[in-house]
C-alpha cells in the first residue's frame, strides 16, 4: 500500500488496484475555438492543466498505472443524447448550443469532429482504456464499471475538465459504486467562476474522497 499525503487526511492506495481517470480533455473544453471558449467560458487555466496532466500520466505509466479516457460525445444524428424528452437535452451544453446556434448543428462534441477529439497533447496510447460516454457520469449507460471491475481497479486517480460537472459527476458516481476517488487539484479546471473549483474541492474533501496536488502524487509514486 501507498500513503498519499492527501486533503483532509492521509490515504492509503493499492498502486496495483489503481487507475487515472482522465475525463474529457477534448477540444470542446481545453481548445480555443472549442465547445467552452464559443460559449464565452474562461479556458485561460486549460494549458496548465494539460500540462499537470501530463506529468501525471507520464508518471503513471512509468508506474504501470492504467490510464482510463472518458471521452464525451453524441452519435451524429444524436441518438444517444436522450431527445426532447431527457433534461440531458435541455441542460447539455453542446447540445443546447447546437439547437441554439443552427450554423454549430453537428460540430459541438459530435464523434469524429474536431470538438470531440482528444487533445493533441494529451493524445491515448496504444492498452489505455478509452469509455465514450453521453452523459455527464463516465459510469451512465457506459461499459465503465465493468471495465474497472475486470481489471481489478478500486483507486480511482481524477484529472480533466470540468471539475465542477462531468469530473465530480463522475467521482460521486465512483464513491457510491465503492471506488477510492482521489482528485487532482491541478490536473482539473472547472467550468465557470473560480469558486466553482474550489466547491468542488470541499465536496470532495468533506464528503467523496481526497485531494493531492499532481506534483506530490508523481512523488510518491515514480
Not at 29 to 44: E, H, P, Q, R, Y
Not at 48 to 61: D, N, T
Request: overall charge negative.
Amino acid at each position: 500500500m501507498l500513503k498519499l499525503d492527501a486533503k483532509p487526511e492521509p490515504v492509503e492506495i493499492d498502486l496495483a488496484k489503481s487507475a487515472v481517470v482522465v475525463v474529457d480533455m477534448q477540444n470542446a473544453f481545453a481548445s480555443k475555438n472549442g465547445m467552452l471558449d464559443i460559449a464565452g467560458v474562461d479556458i485561460t487555466g486549460a494549458p496548465a492543466v494539460v500540462r499537470s496532466i501530463a506529468g501525471v500520466l507520464e508518471a503513471a505509466r512509468r508506474a504501470r498505472v492504467p490510464i482510463v479516457y472518458l471521452q464525451m460525445g453524441f452519435k451524429p444524428d444524436l441518438s444517444n443524447s436522450g431527445g426532447p424528452a431527457a433534461p440531458n437535452w435541455h441542460k447539455e451544453l453542446a447540445l443546447r448550443l447546437m439547437a441554439c446556434r443552427p450554423e454549430l448543428n453537428g460540430k459541438l462534441l459530435v464523434e469524429g469532429t474536431w470538438d470531440f477529439a482528444i487533445v493533441d497533447d494529451l493524445k491515448p496510447r496504444p492498452g489505455d482504456l478509452v469509455v465514450v460516454k453521453s452523459r455527464y457520469s463516465g459510469f451512465a449507460n457506459t461499459t465503465l464499471d465493468d471495465e474497472l471491475k475486470s481489471r481489478g481497479i478500486k483507486y480511482l486517480i481524477f484529472t480533466g475538465i470540468a471539475t465542477n460537472v462531468c469530473v465530480e459527476t463522475t467521482l460521486r458516481h465512483a464513491f457510491v459504486l465503492d471506488y477510492w476517488p482521489i482528485l487532482i487539484s491541478d490536473a482539473v479546471m472547472a467550468a465557470g467562476p473560480a469558486a466553482m473549483q474550489e466547491a468542488t474541492l470541499f465536496n470532495v474533501e468533506t464528503y467523496f474522497g481526497w485531494t493531492i496536488p499532481a506534483g506530490e502524487f508523481i512523488e510518491k509514486i515514480v
